[in-house]
């Protein structure tokens, strides 16, 4: 009953809330164990892992570092015990938190001969998004390539979930590495594969709840097209991006940043304002690079 409205939140944009209620339900679970007693695994509740992935989702969308931290390390204390699959899927969704906010923690993960295969997919995307911000093109398309040959082992083994995710995690990669050697239109079109992919396998009107990659896509599009100069076809993607993800700060900065070179002053100070209410956290420190 906690988290139920974290669904309706997700849909529409309130990220923050999806972070702050999923946080809430976690600890209603634990609190209601220690109060019966219980003696089974935290994770061993039925909807817990669910609530989690849910409250992990809701603080990478609205930027909380600091929240989305929190979620990664009670992976490695709430789903040592219990089901070993919602072990997988909690720490592996965990390690975007790493690359995206503790970059040297997600350099220095270590690959276990018993990871499943998903595991070892996001262990190299979160190892890419780290490198990305260190502005090393070169060690990200090795993560990218790294990430696309598991996809190719994940189809040989008919893995579709891993399929999946590795199709998006490698061109999202490849995407911030043409990014940093100052290729945007190469990467608009690696975004654009990405995007494609990610609408395509999970469209938002049936597999929202929670996302399973974990921001969309066609923002990074935006991004590089407005890197590239061609500010209408980044205000377009921008805009595309916004219509299943609403609110979302990034998307919404590049839509502001394209609507003033096109002389939309007005829009984009409404939406620049809209971006930084919504983001928890300083808009100036994510690199057009990494959005």
Avoid: C
């Avoid at 990664?72 to 015990?81: E, S």
């Avoid at 390690?95 to 993960?109: I, K």
């Avoid at 998903?118 to 911000?133: D, F, N």
Wanted: charge should be positive.
């Amino acid at each position: 009953l906690v988290h139920m409205g974290a669904h309706t939140m997700m849909h529409v944009g309130l990220y923050q809330e999806v972070a702050v209620t999923d946080a809430a339900a976690l600890k209603v679970d634990a609190d209601f164990k220690a109060a019966q007693g219980l003696t089974v695994p935290t994770s061993d509740q039925r909807y817990y892992l669910h609530n989690f992935q849910f409250g992990l989702a809701g603080a990478l969308m609205s930027g909380d570092r600091k929240l989305a931290l929190k979620f990664a390390d009670h992976a490695g204390t709430a789903f040592t015990q219990g089901p070993a699959d919602r072990r997988v899927t909690a720490t592996s969704r965990s390690l975007v938190a790493l690359g995206r906010y503790a970059p040297d923690r997600a350099l220095a993960v270590a690959e276990h001969p018993d990871d499943k295969r998903i595991q070892k997919i996001y262990r190299h995307y979160a190892r890419g998004e780290a490198l990305a911000s260190r502005g090393d093109a070169a060690a990200v398309k090795r993560e990218a390539d790294a990430v696309a040959a598991l996809g190719v082992e994940a189809s040989s083994a008919a893995e579709n979930g891993s399929v999946q995710i590795a199709g998006i995690a490698a061109k999202v990669l490849a995407g911030r590495a043409a990014m940093l050697r100052g290729q945007p239109i190469q990467a608009a079109e690696l975004y654009a594969q990405a995007a494609t992919a990610q609408e395509k396998a999970f469209p938002v009107l049936k597999n929202f709840d929670p996302p399973p990659w974990w921001y969309p896509v066609r923002r990074s599009t935006a991004a590089a097209y407005l890197k590239a100069g061609r500010y209408a076809d980044a205000e377009r993607e921008a805009k595309a991006s916004l219509v299943d993800w609403p609110q979302d700060a990034l998307a919404l900065r590049v839509l502001s940043q394209a609507e003033r070179k096109l002389g939309r002053t007005k829009a984009a100070d409404s939406h620049l304002a809209e971006a930084r209410r919504v983001w928890e956290g300083d808009l100036r420190k994510v690199p057009i690079d990494l959005t």
